[in-house]
């Protein structure tokens, strides 16, 4: 399941390190979705 999700976010979601994002200046919004891009990242990992 993870697999998948960490799929679908590849492609729907905004890559904040191509983006060169400062996580120090970082909205709320954009460190929510790092977080979750991170755990199902290495959810699907395992």
């Given at each position: ?13 905004p ?30 990992l395992?």
């Open positions: 399941m993870f697999r998948i999700l960490a799929k679908i976010n590849k492609l729907i979601l890559s904040f390190t191509k983006q060169r994002l400062d996580v120090t200046k970082a909205k709320k919004w954009q460190l929510v979705l790092m977080a979750w891009r991170y755990y199902v990242t290495s959810r699907a395992d």
